[in-house]
C-alpha cells in the first residue's frame, strides 16, 4: 500500500524512503556483523596507500593514517567482543565503519572513501572473509578426515559386505570403507583450494568498477592484505563480485553431497536390520511416543542439509547469470549465500567430526553379512587361476549359484593385496597426507594472521 505520509530517511548517501530502505537494506546490517573485522583491515590497507600516493596535498599524512588505524584497531576489538552495531541508516558495514571515523576523527573520517566505492570494498570484504573462512573449514575437513582414518585404521581388515546397488557385491572391509570416505573428503581440498584462488585476487582500487582518476598503488594495497595479486582489470573486477562466491558454494556442495553419502552409510549400517555400527546414544535422538527410539536424526539433518547447500550455490548462480555488466544491487544477495553455506558446511563438518569418533562396530553382525553370493566372484577368479577363461568362469559360477559355500571373510580380505584394496591400504600415506594438509592450512592461517597483525595491529 502506498504511504504517503512517510517522510525519507536520511543516509550518508541521501535521503531515502523507509520502506524503500527496509527492502533494500534486507539482511545487511545483521549479515554485515561478520565482515566488520575484514572492513576495517581493507579499509586500513586503504588509507595506509593512501597517505603514501603522490598527489598534492596529500589525501592523509602518514599520521593521519595512524590515527585512522588506530581508531579502525578499536572497531575491529568492539566488533569481536560482538558490540559493534550497524544501523539501518547506515545501510550497510561500509557507511557504518566510515560513521565512526567520522565522529571520532570528523573531516579525517569523511576523507577515507577517497579513491574507492562500496562495490570494491564489500567485495575484498567478502574475500578476505572467505579466505579466512576457507582455511578455517579446511582444518575441521581434514580433523573429520582424521577421524575416519583412525576409524579405518583400528578395524582395518574386519570384514564388512561391500554392496553395489545396495545389495550384498564382494568382500571389502570396515578399513576400505573409512578411508574411502576419509579420500572423497580429503580430495574435496582441490575445488576449495580453486575457490581459495580465485578469491585470493585483490579487487580494492577497482573502485564503482572504472578505476578513478588518482594515482592509487593496487599492488601495494594487495600485498598489505596478503592477496596474490591485484584483480588486473577495473571492470572485470567488479564483474568478479559473486562469482567468488558462486566457487565457494559449489566446492561447499561438493564436499557436503560427500558427507551426505557418509552420513547415510552411517544411516544404514546402525539400522537394526542391519547392525554393523552403533551410534552412541547422546548421538540420537529419541521419539516422543515410541519409548524404544535412538533415532539418527543428525544424520537425516545432514542430508537436508545437503540439498539445502546445493541449492544455495544455484541461487548465487542463478543470481548472476542474467545480470548485466557492471555492480548491480542484485549482488548483495549472493552474501547471505554464501555465509549460510559456510555456517552449515562447517557445522555439518564438527558434529560429523564428533559422531565418526565415537561410532562402534559389531564384528559378528559385520560377518553375519556374508551369505555365499559375496564370494561369487572370488570363485570365478578361483577358476580362471586353475586355467579356465574368465566368461566361462563366470558363467559356470552364475549357473552353479547354489553350489556356492560361504567363504572366509578374513581369507577374502587378506588375498587382495593390490594397491588401495583390503589388504593394500597405505596408512602411512594417509597419514602423510592429512599431515601435509592441515600443516600448509595451519601455516598459510598463520601467515595471514600475520599480515593482519602487521597492517592492523588489535590489543
Ligand atoms: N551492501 C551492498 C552490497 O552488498 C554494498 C554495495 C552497495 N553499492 C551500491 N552501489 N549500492 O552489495
Request: aromatic content about 6%; proline content about 5%.
Amino acid at each position: 500500500m502506498q504511504n504517503t505520509e512517510k517522510t525519507s530517511t536520511k543516509t550518508i548517501t541521501g535521503a531515502v524512503d523507509p520502506d524503500v530502505l527496509d527492502y533494500t537494506v534486507g539482511d545487511d546490517p545483521v549479515l554485515d556483523l561478520a565482515l566488520a573485522e575484514w572492513d576495517c583491515l581493507g579499509t586500513a590497507a586503504h588509507v595506509t596507500m593512501l597517505s603514501r600516493m603522490p598527489v598534492e596535498p596529500p589525501v592523509a599524512t602518514p599520521e593521519e593514517a595512524a590515527a585512522v588505524k588506530r581508531e579502525l584497531a578499536a572497531l575491529v576489538a568492539e566488533s569481536r567482543r560482538g558490540e559493534f552495531k550497524i544501523l539501518e541508516s547506515d545501510q550497510d558495514v561500509h557507511m557504518a565503519v566510515e560513521r565512526r571515523l567520522t565522529e571520532k576523527l570528523g573531516d579525517l573520517g569523511r576523507k577515507i572513501h577517497t579513491g574507492r566505492s562500496r562495490n570494491d570494498q564489500v567485495a575484498v570484504d567478502v574475500r578476505l572473509h572467505i579466505k579466512d573462512s576457507i582455511l578455517g573449514l579446511e582444518a575441521e575437513a581434514a580433523r573429520l578426515a582424521r577421524r575416519l582414518l583412525e576409524f579405518g585404521k583400528n578395524h582395518d581388515r574386519v570384514p564388512l559386505v561391500g554392496r553395489t546397488h545396495l545389495q550384498p557385491a564382494m568382500p571389502s572391509s570396515v578399513g576400505v570403507w573409512a578411508s574411502g570416505h576419509a579420500e572423497m573428503i580429503l580430495d574435496q581440498f582441490l575445488p576449495l583450494e580453486a575457490a581459495y584462488k580465485m578469491n585470493d585476487l585483490c579487487p580494492l582500487g577497482s573502485a564503482a568498477g572504472y578505476g578513478v582518476p588518482l594515482p592509487l598503488d593496487r599492488k601495494l594495497v594487495s600485498d598489505l592484505l596478503g592477496f596474490e595479486r591485484p584483480l588486473h582489470n577495473v571492470f572485470g573486477a567488479s564483474m568478479a563480485r559473486g562469482e567468488n562466491e558462486a566457487a565457494l558454494l559449489c566446492a561447499l556442495a561438493q564436499m557436503m553431497t560427500v558427507l551426505s553419502r557418509l552420513a547415510e552409510d552411517l544411516i544404514l549400517f546402525s539400522m537394526p536390520e542391519f547392525g554393523y555400527f552403533r551410534l552412541p546414544r547422546e548421538f540420537c535422538t529419541g521419539s516422543s511416543i515410541m519409548p524404544q527410539k535412538y533415532n539418527p536424526d543428525l544424520l537425516e539433518l545432514v542430508r537436508s542439509k545437503t540439498a539445502t547447500v546445493c541449492g544455495l550455490s544455484c541461487a548465487a548462480l542463478g543470481i548472476l547469470h542474467a545480470m548485466p555488466g557492471g555492480y548491480n544491487r542484485d549482488l548483495q544477495d549472493c552474501k547471505g549465500l554464501y555465509m549460510k553455506g559456510l555456517s552449515l558446511t562447517r557445522a555439518t563438518l564438527r558434529i560429523l567430526e564428533r559422531l565418526v569418533a565415537s561410532v562402534e562396530i559389531d564384528e559378528a553382525r559385520l560377518r553375519a553379512g556374508f551369505i555365499p553370493g559375496v564370494f561369487a566372484t572370488d570363485a570365478a577368479l578361483g577358476m580362471v587361476a586353475r586355467g579356465v577363461p574368465w566368461r566361462e568362469a563366470y558363467h559356470h559360477v552364475r549357473s552353479h549359484l547354489e553350489e556356492l559355500s560361504a567363504g572366509d571373510p578374513d581369507a577374502a580380505v587378506a588375498a587382495k593385496t593390490h594397491e588401495g584394496a583390503t589388504a593394500g591400504l597405505d596408512w602411512d600415506m594417509y597419514e602423510k597426507r592429512v599431515a601435509a594438509l592441515e600443516a600448509e592450512t595451519s601455516r598459510r592461517a598463520a601467515e595471514f594472521r600475520a599480515r593482519r597483525d602487521a597492517l592492523l595491529k588489535v590489543s
